[in-house]
């Protein structure tokens, strides 16, 4: 399934909705907890600095893998709009392409402008 939201003054999200995931590192079984993934510690940090009045904790789940994890109220099937925006800003400010975020329903894939950008190989 397929979900574009736009709202107030924040860029369009896109997000991709599948079921659960059954890798090594599923999502909490209880649903209380949102893992964003990260290909760099660097990355994981700024993020984790962005994200004042938030419980959370980094997570290394392999040599070049980690999760941002945060602490929700109870079943998290959908981002808030203060998060979402946070998660925009990081992507952009770290020129990112994308993010993937697990929740107690699957996971969703927020685009980051350097997504958007035209490749280069096409020149």
């Known amino acids: 399934m397929s979900a574009t939201r736009e709202r107030s003054g924040i860029r369009r999200a896109h997000a991709r909705v599948s079921e659960p995931t059954t890798g090594k590192h599923p999502p909490s079984t209880d649903g209380s907890t949102i893992r964003i ?28 893998e980690w999760h941002v994890c945060l602490r929700s109220d109870g079943q998290t099937r959908e981002l808030s709009e203060d ?27 927020l685009v980051g402008r350097a997504e958007e950008r035209p490749s280069a190989h096409g020149l």
Do not use: F, K, M
């Open 83 to 109: 998060l979402v925006r946070r998660l925009q800003r990081w992507l952009d400010e770290r020129n990112l392409p994308a993010a993937r975020v697990q929740l107690s329903g699957g996971h969703c894939v």
């Open 37 to 64: 993934e990260s290909r760099s510690r660097w990355d994981a940090v700024a993020l984790a600095h962005d994200l004042g009045g938030y419980h959370w904790h980094l997570v290394q789940t392999g040599l070049n």
